[in-house]
């Protein structure tokens, strides 16, 4: 079976994730504004494609590495949604006693490891981790951490050690609220090709995330940085001009050409039904 078949088999299954994702993601921003929620808060609203994608590639699952923007890599990756309502609201009935909170979600159950808060500190962490293990690790960022040395130095180590190792940035083109234009003249994607990694630049349509990683054979480490939309502000329930472009949209239009529009309806009817129940 072909990329192309594989993914169009999968095609249901991502929007499932991404349609809960998004649903999730609404309340959350409900309970930020009404107080049930009283953390800084980090939406993954516009950019839920891209955990949806990887997790449904690696349905065995893959360490996972993220930093603050990661409510929808723990769900995609099959976290138990209660535990993140449970850190959202600083329960201590849950295992991580609430500490972790919206930046620092961890799971030992899918293996995600919390983030400390110092931009892009888990790439290192992570190259560590999968220098020690030699099996594939995934590590997310968003595009300001890789104007950190100690990034760009942790994936060219990998790179020299061959690692299998995954490296994801989501380019939304801010840092909290400056454009890339305003912080650097560069791009990492060609960095990486000039120390001989295998690099991808590309939008965040599931059919072109699923591509690149397709390109992955694990003998060497590789980047993807994948262009998105961050609908809220870089931290809290807070709007400015929504994206020309909302991924989950486009998406569900796609997936009407060639699944049942009954079959899309239910998926979200239940997505709907399942997150209600987690906030009353």
Known sequence: MNTEKIFASNMLKIY????????????????????????????????????????????????????????????????????????????????????????????????????????????????????????????????????????????????SKNLPFLFICEDNNLSILTPKIDRRNWEFTPVVKAMGGLAFDVDDNPASIWESLSQWEKDRPMFINIRTNRHYWHAGSGEDAKPAEDRLKLFRNYVETIYDLRDIEAIEKKAIMNVGSLWE
Request: charged letters at 15%; a negative charge; hydrophobic letters at 40%.
């Open 16 to 159: 499932e994730k991404m349609f809960f994702c998004r649903e999730f993601e609404l309340k959350v921003v409900e309970a930020h504004k009404s107080g049930q929620i009283n953390i800084p808060i980090y939406l993954s609203i516009g950019q839920e494609s891209i955990p949806s994608t990887i997790s449904t590639f690696f349905d065995t699952g893959i360490p996972i590495f993220a930093q603050h923007r990661a409510h929808s890599y723990f769900l995609s990756f099959g976290g138990d949604p209660m535990h993140l309502v449970g850190e959202l609201k600083s329960s201590t009935n849950i295992w991580s006693k609430g500490s972790g909170g919206s930046a620092s979600i961890s799971s030992k159950s899918i293996q995600m490891f919390g983030h400390s808060g110092l931009m892009g500190d888990q790439v290192p962490i992570a190259v560590g981790y999968c220098l020690s293990t030699n099996s594939p690790v995934l590590s997310v960022v968003g595009d300001a951490s890789l104007e950190e040395d100690y990034v760009i130095s942790a994936f060219m180590y990998a790179i």
